[in-house]
């Protein structure tokens, strides 16, 4: 199964900032996906990272908010911009092996 | 958006009982698959349903799924303090992309 290593494990942000999360996967794959977790909450997809494509953003996620890049098979970031308090959640990515997803240990957001 | 709802929101039982949790969906699916997550962090994947199948069983944990219904349940039987987690229910919906969508947990508490 694919190991994957997210950071910043955690950040605390000001309000207008930027904060990019990094997930590296330690072998090739195709699909990767971004989740966002509000506090209590369910995961709810921000968007669908493909090599070599533009990103797929679910409804009420646009690209001029969480930016994704994927330069290759192994990597890929999301960006959180020009935050507010409503952005602070956990933010996970995670990749497709066979029908599974398996996950990075999330990057856990406060802005203040 | 979410799809499927669970049930209970949170249980708490003693060690060495069984917990059941229950998850209801809304659109066709391929498959439903069972995921915990610890302490706000990443998920792991526990089992999967086909939709094609009733029942399914790993080592403590046995999930029925009816489609007619389109509901699932997940049992944990003779659970123990390290059951303590988040579980929930997710959908791989049938549509042209792939896309795994979860439902709202339950937090299981298991009391030594």
């Known amino acids: 199964s694919a190991v994957i290593s997210q950071k910043p494990s955690r950040d605390i942000c000001q309000r207008g900032t930027s904060l990019t999360i990094q997930c590296q996967v330690d072998s090739q794959v195709t699909m990767m996906f971004w989740y966002r977790q509000q506090p209590g909450q369910s995961l709810t997809l921000i968007a669908t990272a493909n090599q070599g494509s533009e990103a797929t953003y679910e409804s009420g996620f646009v690209i001029d908010k969480f930016p994704i890049s994927r330069p290759n098979l192994t990597f890929s970031t999301l960006t959180v911009s020009n935050m507010s308090p409503e952005d602070s959640s956990i933010y996970l990515c995670?990749?497709?092996?066979?029908?599974?997803?398996?996950f990075g240990s999330g990057t856990q957001l406060s802005v203040l | 958006s979410q799809q499927g709802e669970e049930d209970p929101q949170a249980l708490s039982i003693q060690e060495g009982e069984n917990a059941t949790m229950n998850c209801s969906y809304k659109?066709?699916?391929?498959?439903l698959q069972w995921y915990r997550q610890n302490s706000g962090r990443g998920l792991v994947h526990l089992i999967l349903?086909?939709?094609?199948?009733r029942e399914k069983h790993s080592g403590r944990l046995r999930v029925t799924l009816d489609t007619s219904k389109k509901s699932s349940s997940l049992l944990i039987t003779a659970s123990r303090a390290a059951d303590t987690a988040s579980y929930f229910c997710?959908?791989?919906?049938?549509?042209?992309?792939?896309?795994?969508?979860f439902g709202s947990g339950t937090r299981l508490l298991v009391r030594p």
């Open positions: 997710a959908t791989d919906v049938m549509d042209s992309s792939y896309k795994l969508i």
């Open positions: 349903i086909r939709s094609n199948e």
């Open positions: 659109t066709s699916i391929n498959n």
């Open positions: 995670s990749v497709k092996e066979g029908e599974k997803l398996f």
